[in-house]
């Protein structure tokens, strides 16, 4: 599986953000896909993922009320709108996604960065 992610780049407190992962390859039909994040200096932490069936969601507590996750099975695509954007929220956001069923293992997008400045 390869996925590849846009959408990053710098943006000032409060403004809005919107990524996007294409997933392409040997795909599983029923999946998980999502976002992690780093910043410089902290571990790579959840940010938030959805299901491939009933689109349930789970969202960090830092992102909630702010961040949006969806999905276009048809496309094989998941996004991530970020609203009221915060300098904390500054990191390289990973793709993640990983397939329901035998011999599935976690994949991981190369990372696009996000900055926000105060």
């Known amino acids: 599986v390869q996925l590849v992610e846009s959408g990053g780049g710098l943006v000032q407190a409060g403004g809005s953000l919107r990524l996007s992962c294409v997933a392409s390859?040997?795909?599983?039909?029923?999946?998980?896909m999502g976002w992690y994040r780093q910043a410089p200096g902290k571990q790579r932490e959840l940010v938030a993922l959805?299901?491939?069936?009933?689109?349930?969601?789970n969202y960090a507590d830092s992102v909630k009320g702010r961040f949006t996750i969806s999905r276009d099975n048809s496309k094989n695509t998941v996004y991530l709108q970020m609203n009221s954007l915060k300098p904390e929220d500054t990191a390289v956001y990973y793709c993640?996604?990983?397939?329901?069923?035998?011999?599935?293992?976690?994949?991981w997008g190369q990372g696009t960065q996000v900055a926000v400045s105060s």
């Open positions: 390859g040997s795909t599983f039909r029923l999946n998980v």
């Open positions: 959805i299901t491939s069936g009933a689109g349930s969601t």
């Open positions: 993640y996604y990983k397939g329901v069923g035998k011999g599935s293992d976690d994949y």
